[in-house]
């Protein structure tokens, strides 16, 4: 499976922007895919959690912190993910990346193990 990221960009502080993952291969096989954030300066082990959904039920996880701004959905036929981000704040910024597992379920606990895309910037200005 091969994840591609885009849509990521410069915006203000109140502004918005919708992150598509492309999927291909075989994505049959997911039980879930989501999308995590590494903020400037932190590792690659302190990447969080933002939103993911798990592909049987389509049943959704978001972070506090973004739960009444952000929306995760997909489209099943165009095998592809989106968060669509609102009311984008300056802690926000971060590389956003896509990623999926096939054997874990979606919740607050998901960490996949079995493909990340490559990344995309968010960068939200004061």
């Known amino acids: 499976v091969k994840l591609v990221e885009s849509g990521g960009g410069l915006v203000q502080a109140g502004g918005s922007l919708r992150l598509s993952c492309g999927a291909s291969?075989?994505?049959?096989?997911?039980?879930?895919i989501g999308w995590f954030r590494q903020a400037p300066g932190q590792e690659r082990q302190d990447r969080e959690l933002?939103?993911?959904?798990?592909?049987?039920?389509?049943?959704?996880w978001l972070v506090d912190s973004v739960k009444d701004r952000f929306t995760i959905s997909r489209d099943i036929a165009k095998n592809t993910l989106y968060l669509q981000m609102h009311s984008l704040k300056p802690e926000d910024t971060a590389v956003y990346f896509c990623?999926?597992?096939?054997?874990?379920?979606?919740?607050?606990?998901?960490?996949?193990?079995?493909?990340w895309g490559q990344g995309t910037q968010v960068s939200v200005s004061t």
């Open positions: 990623a999926a597992d096939e054997f874990f379920r979606c919740n607050g606990g998901f960490v996949p193990t079995d493909y």
């Open positions: 291969g075989s994505t049959s096989d997911l039980t879930a």
């Open positions: 933002v939103a993911c959904v798990s592909t049987d039920d389509g049943s959704t």
